[in-house]
């Protein structure tokens, strides 16, 4: 079959890998200059590449380290012992190991011991998330872990990802951050390892495109879908056309082709937007029923160090951004030339006024925040900063939400629809985009 596969992030790369393997010829249309979509790298000059978004892996995700064996580069990842604080009560409390939790003073020590008691049942319970998934993780925590545990510690962390959501987000979804990432016995007990591709996530995206073209296909960056009619007619957007935004609708069309099959890997809305077809009325309604909250992420190179942590949640809520991630905490300077970078993560709902700002007016936002985690920083540490703004970076898993996810299978034979919605009970990530690549491949296939 020729196929177009829209969208050149981990899961259409990989799909189209996988079409590829199976004799298919694929055209991926991706609308950014780059490819990687949310794992897209920027050049932050001196030769070196770095995620636009802060990303990492678990010991636990088997399947991108499977496709770095596959692809002739099992030494790419590195793992690398990780650290981690929780910010709260005006100072940074370490939060790596289990001991860390017994010492964690904002909680009474009632709270501590039966905070890691509930944790442990929850990892020795099982692989099933039914008994999850109609209760809200509220609801779960406070009867668990008690009131304070929620107050104090997963209220804040929920609020950081979901904002005004917080309180509806299914525990299915915390269920499987807290069991399915890092166990608390065996060799990663006393200090969790996280994984970091040596030159960036880009070279994977190289191996990926190289195979897809290998196989006949072409991988076209700059080249948006911006309408996909019946008979699977693609029109594509003009270059540039990301300069207009992510809907569709407002590219200038640039010209057509036309396939015997589509996989779709872009968000929800996106999809949406370029659908000039018919879909089941039931298929559109559960596109529609789930809302995204936008990562604003900024980037800093600082002329020094910030803080001891790679990791560290803030679970103030006074302060106006919800995590600080030192990447040169994970990954040693000395890998830069002992350049320090750091980014400064949100997570907001789509409308946010601080959204709208650039990364200058960011940072003053943030400045008196950053000065309380580190009371001695200056702007003057900051020698570059690069602001960068995903608006479905986080789908809202709310009570139901296994209910409402489509599914791969449009209802339209030979279209298929992959994405980061999709992903559950696990929390998103390029390790289950992976996954879904492979998926939508089989999916498309078994028709
Ligand atoms: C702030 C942040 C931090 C993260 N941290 C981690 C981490 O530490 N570890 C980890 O593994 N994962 C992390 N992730 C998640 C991970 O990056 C994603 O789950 C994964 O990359 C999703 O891949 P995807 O291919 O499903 O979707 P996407 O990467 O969203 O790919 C969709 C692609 O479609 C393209 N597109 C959009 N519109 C069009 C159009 N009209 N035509 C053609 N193409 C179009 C987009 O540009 C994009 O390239 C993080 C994400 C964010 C936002």
Not at 358 to 377: K, M, Q, S, T
Request: aromatic share 10%.
């Amino acid at each position: 079959m020729r196929v177009a596969v829209i969208g050149a992030g981990v899961a259409g790369l990989t799909c189209a890998y996988r079409l590829t393997q199976r004799g298919h010829v694929c055209d991926v249309y991706e609308r950014w200059p780059g490819l990687g979509g949310q794992a897209a790298t920027i050049d932050v000059g001196g030769g070196h590449l770095l995620e636009r978004y802060y990303h990492h892996l678990f010991t636990s995700d088997r399947h991108i380290a499977a496709l770095y064996e596959e692809l002739g580069m099992p030494d790419e990842l590195e793992w690398r012992p990780s650290s981690v604080a929780f910010f709260l009560e005006g100072r940074s409390w370490p939060f790596t190991s289990p001991v860390d939790l017994l010492r964690f003073r904002p909680l009474s020590l009632a709270s501590r011991i039966r905070m890691g008691a509930a944790v442990l049942r929850l990892q020795r319970g099982g692989d099933d998330v039914a008994p999850f998934e109609g209760i809200a993780a509220r609801e779960w925590i406070r009867s668990a872990m008690g009131a304070e545990a929620y107050a104090k510690v997963w209220g804040p962390l929920l609020r950081g990802k979901f904002g005004d959501r917080a309180d509806d987000i299914s525990m299915a979804w915390l269920w499987g951050k807290l069991t399915m990432r890092r166990k608390l016995q065996g060799k990663e007990s006393r200090q969790e390892l996280l994984g970091y591709p040596r030159r960036s996530w880009e070279p994977l995206f190289g191996a990926l495109r190289d195979a897809i073209e290998a196989g006949g296909g072409r991988v076209l960056i700059d080249r948006p879908v911006k309408r996909l009619s019946a008979g699977f007619e693609l029109e594509f957007g003009a270059p540039g056309s990301f300069r207009s935004g992510h809907d569709p609708r407002v590219f200038d069309a640039a010209g057509r082709e036309r396939y015997e099959a589509v996989v779709a890997t872009v968000p929800n809305d996106v999809f949406r937007g370029m659908l000039d077809l018919e879909l089941p009325r039931d298929y559109l309604q559960r596109l529609d029923s789930i809302e995204y909250h936008t990562a604003l992420c900024l980037l800093l190179e600082l002329d020094r160090s910030f803080t001891p942590f790679y990791w560290t949640n803030i679970a103030d809520p006074e302060l106006p951004f919800v995590g600080v991630i030192e990447h040169t905490n994970l990954i040693p300077p000395e890998r830069y030339d002992g350049r320090r970078f750091l980014y400064v993560a949100n997570y907001l709902a789509p409308g946010h006024e601080l959204l709208s700002l650039d990364a200058e007016a960011v940072i003053a936002r943030y400045e008196p925040g950053l000065r309380r985690i580190n009371p001695a920083f200056d702007r003057s540490w900051i020698k570059a900063r690069w602001l960068h703004r995903e608006p479905a970076a986080q789908p809202i898993v709310t009570v139901g939400y296994g209910d409402r996810i489509p599914p791969l299978q449009t209802g339209v034979p030979n279209l298929i629809l992959a994405n980061t919605t999709q992903i559950y009970p696990e929390d998103r990530g390029t390790n289950y985009a992976v996954r879904l690549g492979g998926d939508a491949a089989d999916a498309l296939i078994a028709g």
